[in-house]
């Protein structure tokens, strides 16, 4: 689940564009209302799903395009959730170290922190916590996460290991992978507004561009039953609950059962 954001929002609707049917419904939100939907929209809880699937449908106007795209989501989510209920012998087993990393806030914006969680030939290396803030928001967090597995990441490079990070923020991945391309072709501006965290992203950005093609970024789901994405949770609430805004190591013995009873972001 998510708190419903501005960023979310702007993210679905164009400032100058017009909400259509399906993503009043995701919203719950009654058609008569429409004028006012953004208003009642704000803050409301979503699930992750339905925040993905009122995003995708941005710009599509023509009622059987939005019914294709919802329906083929739907056959997606089944086999997601088919796929995650196999026993986990993932692609990261091509991989020498694999980086989970992620972000949360509570309230958004509220206090924030990031986790990351390291595992080398498959078993759980280190874990780091921390870039506290007490007004942050769940991007920010994410943002903050993956640019500290990247940091990470050229290390192991710089070493000869071969690297994947894994990252449950499709926004996080979009801004560096996607985005980002168009947004410094237009001198870091996009149409519509400005462009939300844009240090953050340009500095992830540049050192992606600098190692991406030896390494690979991945996303996954949010609490799909992948060890390292818990324990990269549970990291960004111990970061709040400490309240380090230094990125630092976790030195205490690693207790997965232990850390993984912590409060869930």
Not at 101 to 119: E, H, I, L, R
Not at 123 to 138: H, Q, S, V
Not at 141 to 170: F, H, P, R, T
Not at 212 to 230: P, Q, T
């Amino acid at each position: 689940m998510q708190i419903v954001s501005k960023i979310l929002l702007n993210l679905g609707v164009d400032e100058n564009s017009k909400i259509n049917e399906s993503q009043l419904i995701l919203l719950d939100i009654e058609k008569a209302k429409e004028s006012d939907w953004r208003v009642l929209a704000l803050n409301k809880e979503l699930s992750d799903a339905r925040a993905e699937l009122f995003v995708l449908l941005r710009g599509i106007s023509d009622k059987d395009i939005e019914d294709k795209l919802i329906n083929n989501y739907k056959a997606l989510q089944k086999f997601r959730k088919e796929d995650t209920s196999q026993p986990k012998i993932t692609e990261e087993v091509t991989s020498d170290v694999v980086i989970y990393c992620d972000g949360g806030c509570t309230p958004n914006p509220g206090k924030a922190g990031s986790g990351v969680a390291v595992y080398r030939n498959e078993k759980i290396d280190k874990l780091f916590y921390g870039l506290y803030e007490t007004m942050g928001t769940n991007n920010t967090a994410e943002l903050g996460a993956l640019y500290q597995s990247l940091l990470i990441a050229e290390q192991e490079i710089e070493k000869g290991n071969k690297v994947e990070i894994k990252c449950d923020s499709m926004y996080s991945i979009n801004c560096i992978q996607t985005w980002a391309i168009s947004w410094e072709k237009k001198g870091w501006t996009k149409k519509g507004g400005e462009i939300k965290n844009l240090e953050i992203i340009k500095t992830s950005y540049y050192l992606y561009n600098k190692i991406k093609n030896s390494m690979r970024l991945s996303h996954i789901k949010a609490h799909a039953g992948y060890e390292g994405n818990e324990l990269a949770d549970r990291m960004t609430m111990y970061a709040i609950q400490e309240k380090s805004e230094a990125f630092v190591e976790y030195i205490k013995e690693i207790d997965v059962e232990e850390i993984l009873s912590m409060r869930v972001g």
